[in-house]
């Protein structure tokens, strides 16, 4: 696993087992900035169930399709 992807800050634990079931959203997140990560951790704080968690962890891997 990527060193960043484990040190990018207080990762919630919702996000880290979202990210782990798809790898292109995974992908898509290690090559973030640290900023961007940030970004993504704060957006996910709004999140109130694991279909809306799903759902924003496949927008990340839209981005590199």
Same mark, same amino acid.
């Given at each position: 696993?990527?060193?960043?992807?484990?040190?990018?800050?207080?990762?919630?634990? #919702?996000?880290?087992?979202?990210? /782990?079931?798809?790898?292109?959203?995974?992908?898509?997140? !290690? &090559?973030?900035?640290?900023?961007?990560?940030?970004?993504?951790?704060? #957006?996910?704080?709004?999140?109130? /169930?694991?279909?809306?968690?799903?759902?924003?962890?496949? !927008? &990340?891997?839209?981005?590199?399709?």
């Amino acid at each position: 696993m990527n060193k960043d992807y484990i040190n990018c800050g207080d990762m919630p634990m #919702g996000l880290g087992m979202a990210l /782990s079931r798809n790898l292109n959203a995974m992908t898509a997140f !290690s &090559l973030m900035s640290p900023e961007e990560k940030q970004n993504v951790i704060s #957006g996910c704080h709004k999140i109130g /169930s694991k279909e809306e968690m799903q759902e924003y962890v496949q !927008s &990340l891997a839209n981005r590199i399709s």
